[in-house]
């Protein structure tokens, strides 16, 4: 089965603080792993794919396949970094994602 | 804009009514989904097309539900006999072709079911 974990819903940090946001998945295969951001008023958009390997407003995103994680971080936060943000995967061939339940991220100046 | 567009934006029904919903794809997208998403949740997959045929059906989509893509661009989703439990946001997304990962959603549809 498809599954994909984000045991955080709520997370805080203060301005120029590191961020984490945990993510953890099970598939039976090699899942390509995605983060997607939603900001404020704003629709559902890519932040990262683990295969491009890029930094993306910072945030890099390293896959564990040993822990099956793919935790999101960014060395300094800032506050337009405030948004709600999902895990996905999506099985080999391009289909469909499937989603974590998201982390509520709030920068506090 | 050029991205994908959904329509109506919100729709309040009473239960038992049944709704349309229609997306417009990035032109030239051939890969057209759509999500569920509850408050609290996840988006959660329905169904998706490969221009006009559709290639995957969740087991959320239950017997109400119907998604067409008569000739592989625009998309509708009817939901029949709406119940309360329908209520929810319901995402579109397209991707340009078969081996794109990205995916790139539309503004949703907010369904109330009064």
């Known amino acids: 089965a498809q599954r994909v974990t984000q045991p955080e819903k709520l997370l805080s940090v203060f301005k120029g603080a590191p961020v984490e946001l945990k993510c953890n998945y099970s598939?039976?295969?090699?899942?390509?792993l995605f983060w997607y951001v939603q900001y404020s008023r704003q629709r559902l958009q890519l932040l990262l794919r683990?295969?491009s390997r890029e930094s993306i407003k910072g945030f890099t995103a390293d896959l564990n396949k040993g822990e099956t994680s793919f935790h999101l971080k960014k060395p300094f936060a800032q506050e337009e970094d405030s948004a709600m943000y999902y895990c996905?995967?999506?099985?080999?061939?391009?289909?469909?994602?499937?989603f974590g339940q998201g982390t509520r991220l709030t920068i506090n100046p | 804009d050029t991205g994908v567009s959904q329509d109506p934006r919100h729709k309040i029904t009473k239960r038992g009514q049944n709704v349309t919903f229609r997306c417009d794809p990035i032109?030239?997208?051939?890969?057209l989904y759509w999500y569920r998403q509850t408050l609290g949740q996840g988006p959660e997959f329905l169904t998706y097309?490969?221009?006009?045929?559709?290639?995957?059906k969740s087991r959320l989509l239950s017997d109400r539900f119907s998604a067409e893509r008569p000739k592989g661009s625009f998309s509708t989703l009817e939901i029949q006999r709406t119940e309360q439990g329908d209520s929810a946001m319901y995402l579109c997304?397209?991707?340009?072709?078969?081996?794109?990962?990205?995916?790139?959603f539309g503004p949703g549809t907010r369904l109330t079911v009064t």
């Open positions: 997304a397209s991707s340009p072709s078969t081996y794109s990962y990205e995916q790139y």
């Open positions: 598939y039976s295969g090699s899942p390509e």
């Open positions: 683990h295969i």
């Open positions: 996905a995967l999506s099985g080999q061939g391009a289909q469909k994602l499937v």
């Open positions: 032109s030239e997208h051939n890969r």
């Open positions: 097309f490969q221009n006009e045929a559709q290639l995957e």
